[in-house]
């Protein structure tokens, strides 16, 4: 008898990948590949990977620092000191925050590393960490990765995720270390209030708990009120340690520039450890952050323009083929319920079908915690035509399951 191979999964050979379960996107990431190779047409929602061109002067700084030798050779693990002063001209213009760029910020490749090697250098085997349910993965996964323990607390809102929080520090043992705060929220879109964050501080200190603030989207907003930074409120510094990107604020996700900034202490242990992993950013990537943070912004308000106009032509479209999904204030998603007729498929089966039956692919709820089941994820990253013609095979499928639409 022929001997078949038995696949299996070689990463769980070992210690700290068990403690990862299975990643929900690839599942949905393999089924988009096999379509695509089969000839079929995605529009993709699923990824938060921005289409929009960086803008030129940006590019303009990367080739000429490119052309000089030395800015060749390995840069700065901390980031270069001009991109550090940068990021704190920007936050004394943007939230009159006044950071120290030699104590109080440290450049990283992108938001997400960041957090990741945070977790690594405050984080002991068994440590407790609070974290909003649904998040982004790295919000969970980074602390696992690091030997902690995550306490997901439901977020259907600021306010109620505040209120569990003050739950689960009282009926967690051991006593939590951290608390994590994603706002606008990736993948909700929710935004949050100046007075949240004075309640979260005022929280933390009741409790002495370390604040991660995960700001990325700061700048993609739709309202008049720009998001507040944690930073601004009084005697959130000593505790808190704020992350940022240029990723979706300038359309330079492939360059892997963020930031992290507040209390000198995290920031600190944060260098530390990326002192012995990486030596930081190419350097002519970090002139070219630097052109962007003190160059012009009405790029930055195109940006917002755009994604503004695709929201509303995404919730117009789908709702009018049936599928009614709320308005983000803030990010470049939108947070979808399962359209009605299809709560009973869970949201990775929902996401395979869509991509089968509809060309579209999207992210499922579940893939950022239990609390994600019953929604996806629709990232703003097709163009206004693309949009509507996903609507209409969107619209095409759900009258499988809705009779009701097949005389629209």
């Known amino acids: 008898m022929e001997n078949i191979p038995v696949c299996r999964d070689l990463s769980m050979e070992f210690h700290r ?52 030798p030395r800015t060749n050779r390995y840069s700065a693990s901390r980031g270069i000191p001009g991109l550090r002063k940068a990021h704190s001209r920007y936050y004394e213009r943007r939230f009159g ?12 490749l992108g938001s997400k590393e960041g957090f990741a090697n945070l977790a690594q250098a405050i984080t002991a ?68 209030s100046l007075e949240f964050y004075e309640d979260v501080v005022e929280f933390a200190q009741k409790h002495d708990l370390l604040i991660l603030s995960d700001l990325a989207y700061s700048e993609i907003y739709f309202g008049d009120e720009p998001s507040p930074s944690m930073l601004q409120v009084e005697g959130a510094r000593e505790r808190t340690i704020e992350f940022t990107s240029m990723s979706k604020t300038y359309s330079m996700a492939g360059f892997r520039v963020g930031f992290a900034a507040g209390s000198e202490r995290l920031v600190a242990a944060l260098a530390r450890v990326k002192s012995y992993l990486d030596y930081g950013a190419y350097t002519p ?74 060309g579209v692919a999207v992210a499922p709820g579940i893939g950022f915690g239990e ?20 609507a209409r095979g969107v619209g095409e499928y759900l009258k499988t399951r809705q009779p009701q639409l097949r005389a629209v």
């Open 125 to 192: 085997p068994g440590d407790v960490i609070l974290a909003p349910s649904p998040s982004y993965p790295i919000h969970t996964f980074g602390f696992l990765i690091a030997g902690g323990t995550i306490r997901h607390v439901e977020a259907p809102s600021p306010e109620e995720y505040l209120r569990g929080l003050e739950h689960a520090v009282n009926h967690t043992v051991p006593k939590p270390i951290a608390v994590v705060i994603c706002y606008p929220s990736n993948p909700t879109a929710q935004t949050a």
């Open 17 to 68: 990948t068990k403690r990862l379960p299975p990643y929900v996107f690839e599942e949905v990431n393999r089924l988009k590949a096999k379509l695509r190779s089969n000839g079929a047409d995605i529009i993709d929602f699923g990824m938060g990977n921005p289409d929009l061109p960086t803008p030129q002067h940006i590019l303009d700084k990367l080739k000429e620092t490119a052309e000089a």
């Open 371 to 390: 609390h994600g089941e019953g929604y996806v994820r629709l990232a703003l990253v097709e163009n206004e035509q693309r949009i509507r013609q996903a």
């Open 285 to 358: 990537v970090q002139v070219a952050a630097c052109a962007a943070l003190d160059g012009p912004q009405d790029c930055v308000e195109e940006t917002c323009a755009i994604y503004k106009h695709r929201r509303d032509v995404l919730v117009e479209s789908f709702a009018r083929v049936g599928w009614d999904i709320p308005s983000p204030e803030a990010s470049m998603f939108a947070w979808a319920p399962l359209p009605k007729g299809f709560e009973d498929m869970g949201s990775l089966a929902f996401s395979k079908a869509l991509m089968e039956h509809a």
């Open 97 to 108: 925050v006044k950071l120290d760029p030699d104590t109080e910020t440290i450049v990283t």
